[in-house]
Structures are given as C-alpha cells and as structure tokens.
C-alpha cells in the first residue's frame, strides 16, 4: 500500500534539510521525492510529518549483539547457553530497530550465534534491522578477545582464519590491532598483529571482496592497520598527528565509539561496579575517544557512526545517543547526522540504505523538529515520532 509522509522537513543523508518536500512509499521501497504540489490529488495513506523531519533510519556500525551491557556482560554471555543467546541477541536488535536503527554492523560474536540473527531479520522472519556480521573477532594469542575470537599467529594462519570466516559466512573481517580494556591481561596502547600479519588478512578479505575492520585503540596498531589498508578503524583513542594524516591519505573511516565510555566516564557508582582488570585500565582510556574525533574530524576524515552497544553500560536501544556525544565531541549537527546515514551506509556497503533517494529501501525515521539544529531531536528517542522498516511501523513495545 502507498504511503506518503509529507508536511514537514526532508533530510535526505547527504544535503541540508529541505522543506515543501513529499516521500512516497510502495512495498517497502522509496519510490518518489518529490514537490508537495505533486502529491495534491494522493488519495492513499498519509503520514502528517509537520513540525518534524522525516530522515534515513540510522545505521550502528559497531554493536555486539551477543552481548547485553551488563557490568561484565562477558561473564552474562558465558553463562547463556547458545539458544538464550539468539534468543537475546534478536531481542536486542529488535531494540535496536525500535530506537531508529534500522541496520547494524555486529563487530564480533560468539561461535557464529549472531549468524542467526542476522539470516531471521535480514530474510524478514523476524522484524529487525539489517544486520551485517564479522563472525570470529582475529586476534593473536593472549590478544583481545581471545576468549571467543579466531586466535591466529603468523601471515599464514591469519590468511587462513580470515578464510575461515569468509567461509562460515561473514560479511567483513574483523581483525585486532591492539590490545583493549575488556581482555584480561592486556594493555589498550599495545600493538598485536605486527603489520606483516595485520596486511596480509586485510589483503586477504579484498581478495574476496570483503570490508575490513579493526579493533585499534594504541597509536602503533591504528598505524599498522591503517598503512595495511584496513577500511575502518574502530575507536582509535590514542591517534596521533601521524595517525590522523595516514587515515585522511588513504580514506579510512573512524568509528569512534564515544558511547563505549560515555556513562562510565559520568558515573563513579557505574564505574566501580565493574571488574578490577577492566578499572585499572579505564584511567588511561577515559575521555581520549572524544579528544580523538575531534582532531580526526577537523582534519577532514572520514566518520562513521558505531557505539560498541553491548559493552559495559553501553545499551541496545540508545544507540542513537551517540550522535549527541559526537556533536558534543566538535562535529557539527549535519556531520554527525551523516556519519549515522550516509556515511555508515558506505562504510558498511548498504548502496540501498542510509540515504532518501528514490529505490532505496524504505527504511526511515520521523523525528520532532530538525536535527540539524537541535541534534537531540534524532538521538533521543523521546523525540522519535515513528520507524519505518522496509515501509513497515516498528512497534514501540519491541
């Protein structure tokens, strides 16, 4: 059934805002933008957008979706058996979706679980967003998230884990640069894989055809995967001059993550409930991430909206709220709305989502207001007026 969403502002992804401006949309695809003048005889369902902007559903490039963002959701996960886990797993996409986020990008889940979640919403079983997997995080031994990930050391079985994962059915490859806050035993500033190992997987992927992603918080490892040819580089913390200017050169996307910390950072009750491995570290990570993306966006680089949804504090269903702490970060309002649209379509290769353009799937958020004045408009759910999937209402109690 036609349905035309019209009355208010229309920000498409990529241009300012424009007003006096009609969606249309048929079985789940966008099929007309048009002059309001054009829709005077429409006589199907109407969606009154009025006093609002009408917007692409937003896209998290970076969520773990067996995971629940418990102080030591590690430890939650463990404990699941692997039928819990899917079943949780699709509860929290589902959340996801409900808080105008209509596709995911899972950086790393457990025994390949999140495949199954993927295949039920992506397939339209269930309602959900569309969702993007890398399988088994690569890491080398005793590196970052070795308890779950595919441990591999040398060119050779790097190569061979990066085929692995291909071959169960990733999506893109996740490979880990450094070290991180959430493995025991490990320093965030460490590099891991050397760069000969690190290329070689990255190499290997776009061999397949397949995008590359890496887990890189110390300046050796975003250098390394960076100078690899990785295509993002996920949370980055501890970039440098030199980190910011190899990125730029070679087109590299930043996820920056700011939500991972951001509860952590403002709450000293939240912080100390959680594990001592994890609160010796935190001292020396807190509060880099936003100083990072500040010096990487004022050089011109490339931005991606993710959040790390899953890690401690960091919840399914307020993902949008990253967009808040990335303006208040330095990047304008209209950037940070493009990093969550267009630009994490691209980054995560979705050329029919992320933007409001005729053909593009149907996949929309309707917020008060305009988000390119007031940011809080798209990432507070409050002022989210309706989700579309695939021209479908999400229900709220999702």
Do not use: W
Request: charged letters at 25%; a negative charge; hydrophobic letters at 40%.
């Amino acid at each position: 059934m036609e349905t035309l969403l019209m009355g208010g502002r229309v920000f498409d992804g990529v241009n300012t805002p424009s007003d006096g401006t009609g969606v249309l949309v048929d079985g789940g695809v966008i099929t007309r933008i048009a002059p309001a003048a054009e829709f005077e005889s429409f006589s199907g369902k109407r969606i009154d957008t009025e006093g609002g902007t009408v917007m692409p559903g937003l896209i998290d490039c970076h969520v773990h979706l067996c995971l629940g963002g418990e102080g030591d959701p590690r430890a939650m996960r463990e404990a699941m058996n692997p039928g819990s886990l899917v079943l949780s797993g699709l509860k929290r996409a589902q959340q996801t979706l409900a808080g105008g986020i209509t596709a995911v990008r899972d950086c790393g889940g457990k025994d390949y679980l999140e495949f199954a979640i993927r295949d039920a919403c992506n397939s339209g079983a269930q309602l959900g967003p569309t969702i993007r997997a890398a399988g088994k995080m690569i890491c080398m031994t005793g590196g970052h998230g070795n308890g779950i990930g595919r441990v591999a050391d040398g060119v050779d079985d790097v190569v061979k884990a990066v085929r692995e994962q291909i071959h169960a059915g990733s999506d893109f490859v996740k490979l880990m640069a450094t070290g991180g806050v959430l493995t025991p035993g490990v320093n965030p500033e460490d590099a891991h894989f050397t760069y000969e190992e690190i290329s070689s997987g990255i190499h290997e992927a776009h061999r397949f055809n397949k995008r590359t992603a890496s887990h890189a918080q110390g300046t050796e490892g975003i250098l390394n995967a960076t100078r690899g040819g990785v295509d993002s580089i996920e949370h980055g913390m501890f970039r440098t001059d030199e980190c910011v200017e190899e990125m730029v050169k070679r087109g590299t996307y930043l996820v920056p993550t700011l939500a991972a910390g951001y509860k952590i950072e403002n709450d000293e009750e939240l912080r100390a409930s959680l594990p001592p491995f994890v609160l010796a570290k935190l001292g020396r990570v807190l509060g880099r991430s936003a100083v990072s993306l500040k010096l990487f966006y004022d050089a011109g680089g490339k931005v991606a909206m993710g959040t790390d949804a899953g890690v401690p504090f960091c919840m399914h269903g307020e993902n949008a709220l990253e967009l808040e702490y990335m303006v208040e970060a330095g990047m304008s309002a209209i950037d940070a709305l493009i990093a969550g649209t267009s630009n994490a379509a691209d980054l995560v290769s979705l050329e029919h989502e992320g933007r409001l353009v005729e053909g593009n799937a149907a996949d929309i958020l309707v917020v008060d207001g305009d988000p390119t004045d007031d940011i809080r408009m798209a990432a507070r759910s409050e002022n989210h007026r309706l989700v579309l999937k695939r021209g479908v209402p999400v229900p709220e109690a999702l």
